[in-house]
């Protein structure tokens, strides 16, 4: 078997192919997204900084999910209304981002939501004048 290059993207295991591309087309849709393998893992950019990372059984973890960089408030808010849903990761979770599940049978409409607020949240800053971020999708 060949040696994969490094920084090269680890095969995902069961179960993650769906979600991956139902997150990359969330992902992807939003104005001045890039997408690069962070940490191993696919990871989804805008104006330099991350603001969602997948999380593909992350040191075993039973899970596959993503984690999202999320305003001060929000983690704590999210993880205790639905803490099946939500979790707080590791490494990031001490400056607020959360953790949401995407195996299962995840809201994909929630899911677009709460990407589009980690991604408003980045891009706020990252993003050139006269570039807007996503309207709030819960109409």
Do not use: N
Request: proline share 9%.
């Amino acid at each position: 078997m060949g040696r994969r290059p490094a920084g090269a993207l680890h095969p995902p295991r069961d179960g993650v192919a769906e979600p991956l591309a139902r997150l990359r087309r969330i992902c992807r849709s939003l104005p001045g997204t890039s997408e690069k393998v962070s940490h191993g893992e696919p990871t989804f950019w805008v104006g330099g900084r991350m603001f969602a990372q997948l999380d593909d059984h992350h040191h075993g973890a039973a899970h596959v999910g993503v984690w999202l960089a999320m305003p001060l408030g929000a983690q704590g808010a999210l993880v205790y209304a639905d803490p099946a849903q939500y979790f707080v990761p590791p490494y990031v979770g001490k400056r607020g981002w959360v953790g949401m599940r995407l195996d299962g049978r995840p809201s994909w409409k929630k899911v677009e939501q709460v990407v589009g607020e980690a991604y408003a949240f980045i891009a706020r800053t990252r993003l050139p004048s006269g570039t807007a971020a996503p309207r709030d999708r819960r109409r």
